[in-house]
């Protein structure tokens, strides 16, 4: 009976120690985390957001999906996302593991947002050959083409913008580029603003047109600079067209430091506070100019017998 | 007054109070010896400061996060110290209470020394130095460093002023008494005594201008602290962003400068042998009021912990959790205990206010304010507002590098050297208020 208890004792201590040691290298997730689901659905708009910002975040580190070309980093080098035995894992457990991160790997609980997070794994998931309801974007096979152009066509009356992109082919002919995902930006203070809407993907002749949003401020005379480009350089290397077109809101700019205030330049200060200050200032010390001149007085006075 | 016990009958005379004063500003051996480790000190601590002039403020343990450490922590102590010079001349002097007199010039001599090495202590912590003149230049009315700039200079030339023109009179004796001073000095007393020879007219015109400046000191003095404390509190970060940070700064600046005082008048009497003149009742009366501002401060300190402490609003949970209990809970509570509550609890005991126990309970006084200021300024930074991560390691801790201890020790040494040169070139007590106080007649001889 000893014996057996002692050897049981033996036993779960080994137990217990071996699975510390796995777990040192292992990532642990909680349960009730694993068990989270993507509230985002799978819709390609999503997965193309999701894309973009995996590109900005993840790609330096983890390479591209499925190529397996990630930065060689060591001890644990980054995990190909879009492997398949990497994708049998949760959502909830990715989303754990991009929120805590671990080693070379950041935490991203407060850098990025949540749904940007969500979207990212929509866009991983896209990868899974298991998923039952696999979103399917049309295979679209473009012949090899040299010289890739992109044209833009802005009409200013209904607001409308439209992006040709074309190559020539090995024949010597011009043809329109399908299925390929376009953005459509326009500069704001910082950064860009994204208006692409939920479906920018060049149709069979190479066309893709967007609404330019009605209400969107621009300058005195309603400019602002567009940047059109192809989303993803994979395909045919950086592709962009900058221009400044008329379809902003005329806005006459307010710049917070031309008027008055606390956060304004030394000129630009309220009146109140110089008035203060330099009264303040001058009051106090023309009483000690008064006293110091006095003071030139005192020699004076010894002479003087009253 | 009435309720003060009776001074004891002394058989001074003016003669008497003249040698007694004078004797040991020539006749002291230590106080070269001082002068010349203090002097030490400040070369040796001179080279760190070289070393932060030509490697930048680097060197220091300041980084992003931190970027107001050990010297401006300093800076908030040396301008709470000063604040004692308009807290006895100044006010207790309006008011007319007669104790003060032979302290006052003290208080002054401490005022001075401190707000001048306030400012530059903020030059000490400047990686570009020579653009100090910036601030003047291309200063903002809307803000509080150019207001500070403007108060600290304004009270260091009042407090100076403070000190010199009370003395006149002295100086008029030193002229006389003092044959075996070098020849600058007798031009220096010569010139600063203004040809004062007490004609009654001189006497009312000089005390005339000392009454304006006394006053004048009030606003400047509460100004200065005042200031100084919304140098913090007029920003949004947790633990500085109150409304009680004014009064509060000027409450603990009492404190620290009734503490000070004490501490300089222990070594004055005994290093000048003094005991006729900073008798016990001084000491006595100092300790009734640095409990009645301790008292205050007490009151001020509950209001700014135990507020905000009872609502833990977002953001300054984090920040009271960490005082209370957490990094820095035991220099919080030792600045509290030893620095303030213990003090009052010793000090309504007649025996503590002798001279040696309270000079005693003072230093832990003086050392529980400065840490207390340490405590106001640092936690505060290492909580920025916007969630960083993946800073460096050294961004989320603040230790000061041996370059900034060394620096802060200069300016401490600094202040010793004004103190100690002040009160050999210039007599600590003053002669004549003490006669006239005493009911001795005066002569001045031209």
Redesign the interface.
């Given at each position: 009976m000893k014996n057996t208890m002692k050897n049981i004792a033996a036993l779960f201590l080994i137990f217990v120690f071996s699975g510390s040691v796995v777990n040192a290298q292992g990532w642990t997730v909680p349960a009730s985390a694993k068990k989270k689901q993507n509230p985002y659905e799978a819709t390609s708009k999503n997965i193309s957001s999701g894309k973009k910002i995996y590109n900005i975040q993840c790609k330096s580190c983890h390479g591209d999906p499925t190529m397996a070309n990630m930065l060689p980093l060591a001890p644990v080098a980054p995990t190909d996302l879009g492997a398949q035995n990497f994708l049998i894992q949760s959502d909830g457990e990715i989303f754990y593991k991009v929120n805590k991160g671990q080693g070379a790997m950041?935490?991203f609980e407060?850098?990025i947002s949540d749904e940007d997070k969500w979207m990212v794994i929509a866009f991983l998931r896209s990868f899974d050959k298991n998923k039952k309801v696999k979103q399917q974007v049309a295979e679209v096979k473009n012949p090899e083409v040299t010289d890739v152009k992109l044209e833009l066509n802005v009409n200013e009356a209904d607001k409308t913008m439209l992006a040709k992109l074309s190559g020539v082919t090995k024949k010597g002919k011009r043809v329109g580029l399908q299925g390929i995902e376009m953005s459509f930006l326009v500069k704001r203070s910082f950064g860009y603003l994204d208006v692409s809407g939920e479906d920018p993907y060049t149709n069979e002749s190479g066309d893709v047109q967007i609404q330019f949003p009605k209400d969107l401020p621009g300058d005195r005379e309603g400019q602002v600079n567009m940047l059109v480009k192809v989303t993803d350089d994979a395909f045919y290397g950086n592709l962009e067209e900058k221009r400044v077109v008329t379809l902003g809101v005329p806005t006459d700019p307010v710049n917070p430091l031309d008027e008055r205030a606390?956060?304004?330049?030394?000129a630009n200060?309220?009146i109140w506070?110089?008035v203060t200050?330099?009264g303040g200032?001058l009051a106090?010390?023309s009483?000690?100019f008064?006293?110091?001149f006095?003071?030139i007085?005192?020699?004076k006075?010894?002479k003087?017998?009253? | 007054m009435n309720d003060l016990p009776k001074q004891k009958e002394t058989n001074l005379s003016f003669e008497k109070i003249k040698k007694d004063i004078l004797h040991p500003m020539q006749n002291h051996k230590g106080l070269e010896l001082w002068i010349v480790f203090l002097i030490t000190v400040i070369s040796v601590c001179g080279w760190a400061y070289y070393i932060q002039l030509k490697d930048g403020l680097g060197v220091t343990g300041m980084r992003d996060y931190v970027s107001w450490g050990l010297y401006i922590a300093n800076f908030v102590f040396f301008v709470a110290v000063s604040l004692v010079g308009m807290l006895i001349s100044s006010i207790l002097g309006l008011l007319r209470i007669d104790w003060i007199t032979p302290i006052s010039r003290i208080a002054e001599i401490i005022a001075v020394a401190f707000v001048a090495v306030a400012g530059l202590v903020i030059v000490l912590d400047m990686g570009r130095p020579d653009r100090v003149l910036n601030v003047m230049i291309h200063g903002r009315f809307q803000s509080p460093i150019l207001w500070d700039v403007t108060v600290i200079t304004t009270y260091l030339t009042v407090s100076a002023l403070l000190l010199i023109l009370p003395m006149i009179p002295d100086l008029a004796i030193c002229k006389k008494e003092l044959t075996k001073a070098s020849p600058i000095m007798k031009k220096l007393y010569n010139i600063l005594s203004l040809g004062y020879i007490n004609t009654p007219a001189q006497h009312k015109h000089l005390h005339k201008m000392i009454r304006t400046l006394m006053v004048l000191i009030v606003p400047i003095g509460l100004a200065i602290h005042t200031v100084t404390s919304w140098l913090f509190a007029a920003t949004l970060r947790n633990g500085w962003d109150t409304t009680i940070f004014g009064p509060y700064f000027v409450a603990g600046a009492f404190v620290a400068g009734s503490a000070a005082l004490i501490i300089a008048m222990y070594f004055f009497r005994v290093n000048y042998k003094l005991q006729d003149y900073i008798t016990d009742l001084q000491f006595d009366k100092m300790g009734k009021l640095l409990v009645a501002v301790c008292l205050v401060y007490l009151y001020f300190n509950l209001n700014e912990f135990l507020v905000p402490g009872y609502k833990m609003k977002t953001g300054d949970d984090i920040h009271l959790k960490e005082l209370f209990y957490g990094n820095w809970a035991i220099m919080f509570w030792a600045s509290q205990l030893l620095g303030n509550i213990i003090p009052i609890i010793l000090l309504v005991n007649k025996k503590f206010r002798k001279p040696l126990p309270i000079m005693i309970i003072s230093l832990f006084v003086l050392a529980g304010a400065w840490f207390k200021r340490y405590v106001i300024v640092i936690p505060t930074m290492l909580h920025p507002h916007l969630p960083i991560q993946n800073v460096p390691e050294n961004f989320v801790h603040y230790y000061p590098s041996a370059i900034e201890i060394s620096v802060t020790v200069l300016s401490f040494a600094l202040v010793l050297l004004i103190i100690t040169v002040l009160s050999k070139i210039f007599p600590v007590v003053p002669i004549v208020e003490t006669a006239e106080s005493k009911g001795i007649e005066v002569k001045i001889e031209a």
């Amino acid at each position: 009976m000893k014996n057996t208890m002692k050897n049981i004792a033996a036993l779960f201590l080994i137990f217990v120690f071996s699975g510390s040691v796995v777990n040192a290298q292992g990532w642990t997730v909680p349960a009730s985390a694993k068990k989270k689901q993507n509230p985002y659905e799978a819709t390609s708009k999503n997965i193309s957001s999701g894309k973009k910002i995996y590109n900005i975040q993840c790609k330096s580190c983890h390479g591209d999906p499925t190529m397996a070309n990630m930065l060689p980093l060591a001890p644990v080098a980054p995990t190909d996302l879009g492997a398949q035995n990497f994708l049998i894992q949760s959502d909830g457990e990715i989303f754990y593991k991009v929120n805590k991160g671990q080693g070379a790997m950041p935490a991203f609980e407060k850098t990025i947002s949540d749904e940007d997070k969500w979207m990212v794994i929509a866009f991983l998931r896209s990868f899974d050959k298991n998923k039952k309801v696999k979103q399917q974007v049309a295979e679209v096979k473009n012949p090899e083409v040299t010289d890739v152009k992109l044209e833009l066509n802005v009409n200013e009356a209904d607001k409308t913008m439209l992006a040709k992109l074309s190559g020539v082919t090995k024949k010597g002919k011009r043809v329109g580029l399908q299925g390929i995902e376009m953005s459509f930006l326009v500069k704001r203070s910082f950064g860009y603003l994204d208006v692409s809407g939920e479906d920018p993907y060049t149709n069979e002749s190479g066309d893709v047109q967007i609404q330019f949003p009605k209400d969107l401020p621009g300058d005195r005379e309603g400019q602002v600079n567009m940047l059109v480009k192809v989303t993803d350089d994979a395909f045919y290397g950086n592709l962009e067209e900058k221009r400044v077109v008329t379809l902003g809101v005329p806005t006459d700019p307010v710049n917070p430091l031309d008027e008055r205030a606390m956060w304004g330049t030394r000129a630009n200060a309220p009146i109140w506070i110089i008035v203060t200050f330099v009264g303040g200032v001058l009051a106090i010390w023309s009483v000690i100019f008064l006293v110091l001149f006095q003071m030139i007085k005192l020699p004076k006075l010894a002479k003087s017998k009253d | 007054m009435n309720d003060l016990p009776k001074q004891k009958e002394t058989n001074l005379s003016f003669e008497k109070i003249k040698k007694d004063i004078l004797h040991p500003m020539q006749n002291h051996k230590g106080l070269e010896l001082w002068i010349v480790f203090l002097i030490t000190v400040i070369s040796v601590c001179g080279w760190a400061y070289y070393i932060q002039l030509k490697d930048g403020l680097g060197v220091t343990g300041m980084r992003d996060y931190v970027s107001w450490g050990l010297y401006i922590a300093n800076f908030v102590f040396f301008v709470a110290v000063s604040l004692v010079g308009m807290l006895i001349s100044s006010i207790l002097g309006l008011l007319r209470i007669d104790w003060i007199t032979p302290i006052s010039r003290i208080a002054e001599i401490i005022a001075v020394a401190f707000v001048a090495v306030a400012g530059l202590v903020i030059v000490l912590d400047m990686g570009r130095p020579d653009r100090v003149l910036n601030v003047m230049i291309h200063g903002r009315f809307q803000s509080p460093i150019l207001w500070d700039v403007t108060v600290i200079t304004t009270y260091l030339t009042v407090s100076a002023l403070l000190l010199i023109l009370p003395m006149i009179p002295d100086l008029a004796i030193c002229k006389k008494e003092l044959t075996k001073a070098s020849p600058i000095m007798k031009k220096l007393y010569n010139i600063l005594s203004l040809g004062y020879i007490n004609t009654p007219a001189q006497h009312k015109h000089l005390h005339k201008m000392i009454r304006t400046l006394m006053v004048l000191i009030v606003p400047i003095g509460l100004a200065i602290h005042t200031v100084t404390s919304w140098l913090f509190a007029a920003t949004l970060r947790n633990g500085w962003d109150t409304t009680i940070f004014g009064p509060y700064f000027v409450a603990g600046a009492f404190v620290a400068g009734s503490a000070a005082l004490i501490i300089a008048m222990y070594f004055f009497r005994v290093n000048y042998k003094l005991q006729d003149y900073i008798t016990d009742l001084q000491f006595d009366k100092m300790g009734k009021l640095l409990v009645a501002v301790c008292l205050v401060y007490l009151y001020f300190n509950l209001n700014e912990f135990l507020v905000p402490g009872y609502k833990m609003k977002t953001g300054d949970d984090i920040h009271l959790k960490e005082l209370f209990y957490g990094n820095w809970a035991i220099m919080f509570w030792a600045s509290q205990l030893l620095g303030n509550i213990i003090p009052i609890i010793l000090l309504v005991n007649k025996k503590f206010r002798k001279p040696l126990p309270i000079m005693i309970i003072s230093l832990f006084v003086l050392a529980g304010a400065w840490f207390k200021r340490y405590v106001i300024v640092i936690p505060t930074m290492l909580h920025p507002h916007l969630p960083i991560q993946n800073v460096p390691e050294n961004f989320v801790h603040y230790y000061p590098s041996a370059i900034e201890i060394s620096v802060t020790v200069l300016s401490f040494a600094l202040v010793l050297l004004i103190i100690t040169v002040l009160s050999k070139i210039f007599p600590v007590v003053p002669i004549v208020e003490t006669a006239e106080s005493k009911g001795i007649e005066v002569k001045i001889e031209a």
